[in-house]
Every structure is written in structure tokens, then in C-alpha cells.
């Protein structure tokens, strides 16, 4: 990833295109995200795919692909957003026509399980990508405007309220990441954007601790962590633990897999599947810098404060 495309800004007036590349959603939700962002000015086309049911997921792997093809393909669509997360849009990836993304730039947003599409649409196409709250959960969104500040290219301060800092340091680099149990899939192959020198951001819900120690080995022994130039770790929410208490913490956990290395590590951001979730532009390149207490964007006017 030697460039990122950054694609139009979103603004009032601007057409939103909605979509479901994973699980299923229930339409009331979706017409109350429809409901709220059109009461700030932006006109929204929900994709007839978006309602779809094959099992748990939302229409079959061919619906969900020409869904997300015939939304790209329209001139009059400014951003793709995705209406949920949860499971198998890792199917999706080999079928993607990423020339056509390449030819018409566009804002990609999602989270959780979209954390597939995220990071193969900016490693595939070079684009600028948005790690943000999904489409069905808008109407009550706490960081709607936050959101939508930074499609517009405002880029608004995202407040960290004491984060833990594992690790000093300053590191510069793309931002590359989402949820851990999605992307620890991705290293190894082309849907992974370049891990030399980035900064890597995870979080994840609902796992077991061991379940995480194992995504982390697993990322160690395929060199990220000897790749990236810095870490930021967000919400982990609801962690779990098995009928034996696994004992590692979370900081035991990070701190085994970098084996040494001096590089800035925190923890406690404010993004995952819990209250907080600031959006983060994948692809990025920005500069992380604990003792400032700032990730800051190189490249645009983004500042987050630690």
C-alpha cells in the first residue's frame, strides 16, 4: 500500500447506498437509520438485497456480490455503507471486482465482520476505507456526527479517556486493523494490506481469553508483529472466561507476542463493539506519539487525543 485513493467527501444532499454483506438485519432498524440520516440532508437507496434471508446470512454469496457491484457501479452514489455485521462476508472477497472499485472511488463503511471488506478494498484497490458503526445501528448512534465529520473530511478530534499505555514511543504509518477475529484471517494473503510499518488497530466482543491468546500467536507466528510500527488496541468487550480461569491478562497476552520489541503500544481506545466506537480511516497514514498523547493524521487534519 505505497498510495491510498481517498475517495469524494459525503455531504448533505450526497447519496447514500445501503447494503447487507453479511447477516441478515430486520428492516425496521434500517428504515430508522434511513429516517435519521435523511433528517440531516442525505438522500439513502437501500439496496432490495439488504432484505434478504438464505440461513443466517443476508441472501446468497451471488446476491450479496451483485449487490455491492450494482451499488458501485452507480454514478449517483456517493457511499457504501454497510446495514450489519456478523458473519461470513470472508466469502465474498475472491468474488469482488476491485478494478471497478479502483475506477470509481467510492466511501466504503463498516465494521465487525465487514472488517474483511475494509482491509481487501483498500489492499486490492488502493482506497481509503472507513472503520465505523454499521448502517442498522445509526438511529441511536452516539457517533453519528463524529462519523459523518470525517466522510466529510473534517476529521474531528477522537477524546481517549485513559488509555493504558503498554508501551511508549511515537510511530508513523497506515492505519490497518478492526476486529481481531476477522482479521487475524487476512495476513498471508492479498486482501491484507501491507503490515511494513503500520499501525495496527484491533478490537473484538464476546470472546474467551484463551480463544484471543490464540489469534495472537497465531498473528506472531506469521510475523505481524515483527511487521507494524505501533499498536492500538480498542474496546474488548464482554471477554469471557472458560470454567478454568485462564490467568493471562490482555496486557500478558500483547506483550508476549511482541517479544521485545520497542514499539508503541496502547490499549482502551475508544472503538469496538461497546459504547464507543470512533471511526478510524483505514489506510491512512497517520502518527501515533504516546507522550504527546496524540494519533495524528499525517496526511489530513485528523487528531486523536490520548
Keep these: 500500500m505505497n498510495a491510498i485513493s481517498i475517495p469524494n467527501p459525503l455531504l448533505p444532499g450526497d447519496t447514500i447506498g445501503v447494503m447487507a454483506p453479511s447477516s441478515y438485519v430486520e428492516k425496521d432498524d434500517i428504515e430508522r437509520s434511513k429516517a435519521a440520516l435523511e433528517a440531516r440532508g442525505y438522500k439513502v437507496y437501500i439496496h432490495p438485497q ?3 434471508r438464505h440461513n443466517q446470512t443476508a441472501g446468497t454469496h451471488e446476491q450479496r456480490v451483485k449487490a455491492l457491484h450494482e451499488l458501485w457501479d452507480r454514478a449517483d452514489i456517493n457511499t457504501i455503507w ?14 469482488l471486482d476491485y478494478d471497478l ?3 470509481k472511488p467510492k466511501n466504503f463503511v463498516g465494521f465487525s465482520d465487514s ?22 445501528n445509526l438511529y441511536h448512534f452516539r457517533h453519528l456526527g463524529e462519523t459523518l465529520a470525517l466522510l466529510a ?33 487476512l495476513p498471508g494473503t492479498p ?28 498473528m506472531k507466528r506469521l510475523g505481524v508483529f515483527q511487521k507494524i510500527s505501533g499498536l492500538i488496541l480498542g474496546e474488548f468487550h464482554d471477554l469471557k472466561e472458560g470454567t478454568r480461569p485462564f490467568g493471562f491478562t490482555m496486557p500478558d497476552i500483547v506483550l508476549d507476542c511482541l517479544d521485545g520489541r520497542d514499539i508503541p503500544v496502547i490499549m482502551n481506545a475508544p472503538f469496538g463493539h461497546g459504547s464507543n466506537l470512533f471511526p478510524l480511516p483505514l489506510g491512512m497514514k497517520m502518527i501515533l506519539n504516546t507522550k504527546t498523547g496524540q494519533l495524528s ?7 486523536i487525543i490520548l
Design 101 to 103: 472499485f479502483r475506477a
Design 153 to 185: 473530511h473534517e476529521g474531528p478530534p477522537m477524546p481517549l479517556e485513559n488509555p493504558d499505555i503498554l508501551n511508549p514511543g511515537e510511530a508513523c504509518g497506515p492505519l490497518v486493523g478492526g476486529c481481531l477475529s476477522l482479521f487475524q484471517y
Design 82 to 95: 454497510a446495514a450489519g455485521g456478523g458473519n461470513r462476508s470472508l466469502y465474498l472477497l475472491e468474488s
Design 115 to 136: 472488517t474483511s471488506l475494509l482491509n481487501a478494498i483498500c489492499a486490492r484497490s488502493g482506497l481509503l476505507t472507513v472503520h465505523g458503526q454499521v448502517f442498522k
Design 191 to 218: 486482501d491484507c494490506p501491507h503490515l511494513e510499518g503500520a499501525l495496527l488497530f484491533l478490537e473484538d466482543s464476546s470472546e474467551h481469553l484463551s480463544r484471543i491468546d490464540r489469534m495472537f500467536a497465531h
Design 297 to 303: 493524521g499525517a496526511q489530513s487534519e485528523t487528531t
Design 50 to 52: 439488504t432484505y434478504a
